[in-house]
């Protein structure tokens, strides 16, 4: 069985540019998770996807972060414009129950 | 709101020997769900076990297993005959369940296991 898919694994950037981050979760998994891990942190939910819907959003920074998933399967993390303190790595992971998979992570440097 | 305590930012064990990650968490609810998971340098998470709230039991897993003490809110791992592929960063989480799955994490114990 395939895993959680995620690319870019390294984006360098510089402050004020755009990125962005995709994933493909597990197929047949309706639940799609963002996470956002800042170097000596657990990771912190950003966006949660059941299906197309979005079922919670409350840490994203909507002011510069977005995210989609328009057909229900893989996803797009955006940042814009990106801020120095928005180094850190991007996790995906999806579910079908309880349990998450996750993926291998983006690592995202601002420099 | 939940929280997640892990008070040990490092660990250090012998190759074969065992060793005891603590854990603690702070919530209100009766029922809700557990985890450890590894995280090595690769990046990826990777689950190590989990307990359900409801179950007295502690769960194994192999040479994981944990100490499930409900009622003081504490929820440690310990790793019997450490090998040299355990060393990584172990992070203990909660998870409430229900329509927002959402995990919080706490801050992680990096393990090193020498050999």
């Known amino acids: 069985e395939a895993g959680v898919a995620q690319s870019p694994r390294y984006k360098i950037i510089e402050k004020r540019q755009s990125v962005a981050f995709w994933c493909n979760p597990i197929?047949?998994?309706?639940?799609l998770y963002w996470y956002q891990q800042i170097l000596g942190q657990g990771p912190k939910l950003l966006i949660q996807?059941?299906?197309?819907?979005?079922?919670?959003d409350s840490q994203l920074p909507k002011d510069r972060f977005s995210a989609e998933r328009l057909k229900g399967v893989d996803s797009t993390l955006k940042i814009q414009p990106a801020k120095l303190e928005d180094s850190a790595v991007y996790l995906c992971a999806s579910s079908l129950g309880i349990r998450q998979f996750f993926g291998p992570g983006t690592r995202l440097t601002v420099l | 709101a939940q929280t997640v305590t892990q008070s040990q930012p490092e660990m250090s064990v012998q190759e074969a020997e065992t060793v005891t990650l603590s854990c603690t968490y702070d919530t209100s609810e009766s029922d809700y769900y557990l985890f450890w998971y590894k995280q090595p340098p690769s990046r990826q998470m990777i689950l190590v076990i989990r307990?359900?709230?409801?179950?007295?039991q502690n769960a194994t897993e192999n040479r994981f297993s944990v100490n499930f003490q409900k009622a003081a809110k504490s929820f440690s791992l310990k790793i019997s005959d450490s090998q040299l592929g355990d060393a990584a960063m172990y992070f203990c989480?909660?998870?409430?369940?229900?329509?927002?799955?959402?995990?919080?994490f706490g801050t992680g114990t990096l393990l090193a296991v020498q050999p």
């Open positions: 996807f059941q299906n197309n819907g979005v079922v919670d």
């Open positions: 989480a909660y998870l409430l369940g229900g329509a927002t799955n959402k995990l919080i």
């Open positions: 197929s047949g998994h309706a639940t």
């Open positions: 307990q359900e709230a409801y179950k007295q």
